[in-house]
């Protein structure tokens, strides 16, 4: 395959990256190998993220000599990204099986060593600028921390809310 055309057809991948995620990441590993010119102007000209395209990579390089590409595709590109910081080979095994049953918040707090919630509920909020800082604030003040711009532990910082309110 010649380089414009293993740029065209990335471009052509890059239209729906979550269900082509596997030849794409493949085919960004060679462009930005053979021809990292071309690969900064892919990316311009691209439909994804670059966060996303370098997602894609890694797991493309973690991932080539897996012999089921049918199992990584049904296990999807969220959850293997977070299995990309997985060496070795036996572990992996069986984290592809908890990839493969679990949620990827799950999956991610069994990678970080974190006890199973079970069955949890999502709550998605909107808030404008300056509610999202009294909220911060209200968090923080019942024991959320900050690393960064991200809150942690906000969840028991909530319920604390909830109950010193009863």
């Given at each position: 395959?010649?380089?414009?055309?293993?740029?065209?057809d990335a471009l052509?991948?890059?239209?729906?990256?979550?269900?082509?995620?596997?030849?794409?990441?493949?085919?960004?590993?060679?462009?930005?190998?053979?021809?990292?010119?071309?690969?900064?102007?892919?990316?311009?000209?691209?439909?994804?993220?670059?966060?996303?395209?370098?997602?894609?990579?890694?797991?493309?390089?973690?991932?080539?000599?897996?012999?089921?590409?049918?199992?990584?595709?049904?296990?999807?590109?969220?959850?293997?990204?977070?299995?990309?910081?997985?060496?070795?080979?036996?572990?992996?095994?069986?984290?592809?099986?908890?990839?493969?049953?679990?949620?990827?918040?799950?999956?991610?707090?069994?990678?970080?060593?974190?006890?199973?919630?079970?069955?949890?509920?999502?709550?998605?909020?909107?808030?404008?600028?300056?509610?999202?800082?009294?909220?911060?604030?209200?968090?923080?003040a019942f024991g959320?921390?900050?690393?960064?711009?991200?809150?942690?532990?906000?969840?028991?910082?909530?319920?604390?809310?909830?109950?010193?309110?009863?």
């Open positions: 395959m010649t380089e414009q055309q293993l740029y065209q052509v991948l890059a239209r729906n990256p979550d269900r082509h995620f596997l030849p794409l990441g493949t085919m960004l590993v060679e462009l930005k190998t053979s021809d990292p010119e071309a690969f900064r102007t892919w990316l311009e000209e691209a439909w994804i993220s670059r966060r996303k395209a370098y997602y894609l990579i890694r797991i493309a390089q973690h991932f080539a000599g897996y012999p089921d590409k049918a199992r990584l595709e049904r296990i999807g590109w969220t959850k293997l990204l977070l299995l990309t910081a997985v060496e070795e080979p036996e572990t992996l095994e069986g984290l592809m099986h908890l990839a493969e049953t679990e949620t990827v918040r799950n999956l991610s707090r069994a990678l970080r060593g974190l006890e199973d919630q079970g069955r949890t509920r999502c709550v998605l909020l909107y808030f404008t600028k300056a509610e999202y800082a009294r909220l911060e604030k209200a968090l923080i959320a921390g900050k690393a960064g711009k991200a809150l942690l532990e906000k969840e028991k910082a909530l319920l604390r809310i909830i109950e010193a309110l009863e």
